[in-house]
């Protein structure tokens, strides 16, 4: 059991009340150092371990739950059993044969920013209530400007992740240009559709496309539903384009979209949430270029920045645009008050109570400097490549459906039929071995593999492959 303090007991000199919830700082830091080891002997073995696992609802609540603890229960058991259960029941979006959906490889530089500021108990939302975190948020928001080619004078705004990231951007879209219809396709990731139904937008003002056959949108397809809503007496507002899809990673023709945008004044939003940071490298950098001419964008670095969970970030290229959908002067925020050239962060999103997201970033940056950065970016878009010449070299098993994209290839079954690529992943998965999944193109179903972690080998990926054609049902 844990010591008290005997000083928690009194008042000091200061006035301050005994801590009911303290601890001896002998304890403190014997299980700081617990959690670091865990935490650290976890890393060293991920590859070992399976690279998703998920229990029995009965068994996890009999474990974890049972009666409200009314006296304290012994620490170093706690810990152990969140390591041992709580936290091994989950996908490992770190492992290097996790392939399915979008993994999250975080960076331990990372991780360590991240204790930071959970330990000192920081927020970011007003300069007068934190002008440190603050301040690392907008030399975050200036690195990641700078890395992924914005415009100077583009603001920004750390959130959860996409799906809040995306409808900050909307809104603000809203305040600046009104109300009015919206364009996107059927490959727009399905959050983004959920945010403008949240936000109140009637189905005339939801305008869904087909996407081409490459799965892009099309130029074509968007000028003629544009020329007729407005036809129509609808008035054009948005149009939502995709740097990387989930499905293939494949990226809307951005400088096209944004030559329309441009001539009939609508707002011009990129969700580049997966794809955006390929735009650090050379390559991707050519693959999605014109994503730099939006009015907004999303990442998250918690993706393809190798974040700890969460981590998403709104950037709006109109400079005041946030602040004037969101800022708000409350007489009790009074003594908080931005001073000149200061930002209030609580003022760029509907979060007022805000953790700092940036420090994690920050650190990491630091540490590893961007140059690693590019390189473990370009490392994803390499594997994926990889993958598609090990599909191609095998056309008795494989056909390709769509290619290497920044990180993202998707393949079927030669002759495929119905129900094979889910039982064939399912049994891969459930392997542990890799985590790997199906998905729908139109009415094709294809098996997708996301190599974006910069630990993952040539063999995994060998081996993956093998192991998907060995679970074809016979």
Request: with cysteine; glycine share 8%; hydrophobic share 40%.
């Amino acid at each position: 059991m844990l010591k008290r303090n005997p000083k928690q007991d009194v008042d000091d000199e200061f006035g301050y009340a005994a801590d009911a919830l303290g601890m001896d700082p002998d304890d403190m830091r014997r299980l700081g150092h617990k959690v670091v080891d865990l935490v650290v002997d976890r890393l060293m073995r991920k590859n070992a371990e399976p690279a998703i696992i998920t229990g029995e609802p009965a068994a996890l609540m009999a474990a974890l739950g049972g009666l409200l603890p009314e006296s304290p229960l012994d620490a170093d058991e706690s810990l152990e059993l969140l390591a041992e259960v709580a936290l091994a029941y989950q996908q490992h979006g770190d492992h290097p044969r996790y392939f399915a959906r979008v993994p999250g490889p975080s960076s331990f530089a990372a991780v360590l920013g991240e204790w930071m500021g959970t330990g000192f108990n920081t927020i970011s939302a007003s300069w007068g209530g934190g002008s440190g975190p603050a301040t690392v948020e907008l030399v975050v928001i200036e690195w990641l400007r700078q890395m992924i080619g914005m415009p100077q004078g583009t603001e920004g705004v750390l959130l959860s992740g996409g799906s809040i990231a995306n409808v900050t951007a909307f809104l603000a879209a809203r305040a600046e240009l009104g109300r009015g219809v919206s364009y996107y396709t059927d490959q727009t990731h399905s959050s983004l559709h959920r945010d403008l139904v949240a936000m109140g937008c009637i189905d005339e003002h939801m305008h869904k496309m087909p996407s081409d056959d490459t799965y892009r949108m099309s130029i074509e397809t968007l000028r003629q539903a544009v020329a007729a809503d407005k036809a129509a007496g609808l008035r054009p507002v948005m149009v939502i384009a995709t740097a990387g899809t989930t499905n293939t990673g494949a990226a809307d023709p951005l400088q096209e979209i944004a030559d329309l945008c441009e001539r009939e004044n609508m707002w011009f939003h990129v969700d580049a949430a997966y794809g955006g940071p390929a735009a650090i490298t050379a390559q991707g950098r050519r693959y999605l270029r014109g994503m730099e001419r939006a009015d907004s964008i999303v990442l998250d670095p918690h993706k393809w920045l190798f974040q700890p969970y969460d981590l998403g970030i709104c950037m709006v290229t109109r400079p005041g645009a946030l602040e004037k959908c969101y800022a708000m002067s409350p007489e009790y925020l009074k003594d908080v008050q931005a001073t000149t050239g200061a930002v209030n962060f609580g003022n760029r999103s509907l979060e007022l109570t805000r953790r700092s997201r940036a420090l994690k970033l920050w650190m990491s940056l630091r540490t590893y400097g961007a140059e690693r950065f590019r390189a473990a970016v370009q490392r994803g878009n390499e594997l994926a490549e990889f993958a598609e010449r090990q599909i191609r070299n095998h056309p008795e098993t494989w056909d390709l459906v769509t290619p290497a994209q920044i990180g993202v290839v998707t393949f079927a079954f030669r002759d495929w039929r119905p129900g094979e690529h889910a039982a064939a992943t399912k049994t891969v998965t459930d392997s542990g071995f890799a985590c790997v999944s199906s998905t729908m193109l139109r009415d094709r179903s294809v098996l997708r593999l996301c190599t974006i972690n910069p630990l993952t080998t040539e063999a995994d990926i060998v081996e993956t492959i093998e192991r998907l054609a060995q679970a074809r049902p016979s």
